[in-house]
């Protein structure tokens, strides 16, 4: 699946599986496919840049025949250049890397594209959001952090909201294709807090995955 075939003025749900049962992973996202969540969201960590380690290939590799989402990777890791090989093997559609990675990021955007990968990029809430504003005409996807990464379950930061904002505007004057995702603290509510400032991937692990009715009645929630 590729990122082109969705348009950005739609609402798309990206569940994170770091808040699925990891005991029961294969049916998780397969559940989460059958309640009409469109993307799924992987995040990687190298417990490096991040203070925490999830998973890698091995674990997308045998995910992806459980799901036909899109399978979105979130690379926390400090070196991605030496793994996006790797990733595209593993079934990925797309990956989106930190712009603070020990990279050149320009060359990273080049080496998705070259594996057929949609490219995003994104930072952390403490970095200022003009590091990734040259990118914004040459990647698929920027995504605001609204959480500091790392961890799931975190509360939604309000003051990353203008960020969004801010590259929404700049996406409409030179990459009117441009998607923006938003991950942390995404529920009912400040899911439409982000989608009002101009966001449209929403990414959510625990108002999804964890929901008391159901993975179906998380994606109206989130999504209405």
Same mark, same amino acid.
């Given at each position: ?21 990891? =005991? ?21 960590? +190298? ?30 890791? #400090? ?10 093997? %593993?079934? #990925? ?9 020990? #990279? ?14 949609? =490219?995003?990029?994104?930072?952390? $809430? ?7 504003? $040259? ?31 801010? @590259?929404?505007?700049? =996406? ?21 807090? @982000? ?11 625990? =108002? ?12 109206? +929630?989130?999504? %209405?």
């Amino acid at each position: 699946m590729k990122i082109s075939a969705f348009k950005p003025q739609e609402i798309i749900i990206s569940p994170s599986i770091l808040a699925a049962d990891f =005991a029961n992973l294969a049916p998780e996202v397969k559940s989460a496919y059958e309640a009409d969540a469109q993307f799924l969201h992987l995040d990687v960590m +190298d417990g490096q840049f991040v203070p925490n380690i999830s998973f890698g290939p091995g674990v997308i590799s045998k995910l992806k025949p459980h799901s036909k989402a899109l399978f979105d990777a979130h690379l926390m890791i #400090c070196h991605p250049q030496n793994y996006i090989e790797e990733f595209a093997k %593993s079934g #990925c559609d797309h990956v989106t890397f930190h712009i603070e990675s020990d #990279c050149n990021a320009q060359e990273v955007i080049d080496q998705i594209h070259s594996h057929g990968m949609s =490219a995003g990029l994104t930072l952390k $809430p403490g970095t200022p959001i003009e590091s990734i504003l $040259p990118y914004v005409d040459k990647v698929e996807m920027v995504l605001i952090m609204t959480v500091e990464p790392g961890f799931g379950g975190q509360s939604f930061m309000h003051d990353m909201v203008e960020r969004i904002s801010i @590259v929404r505007k700049l =996406a409409d004057e030179i990459n009117p294709n441009l998607h923006i995702q938003v991950d942390g603290g995404i529920n009912k509510e400040t899911s439409k807090i @982000v989608r009002e400032a101009g966001a449209n991937v929403l990414v959510a692990g625990t =108002a999804f995955f964890r929901h008391p009715e159901g993975m179906s009645t998380a994606k109206i +929630d989130l999504s %209405s």
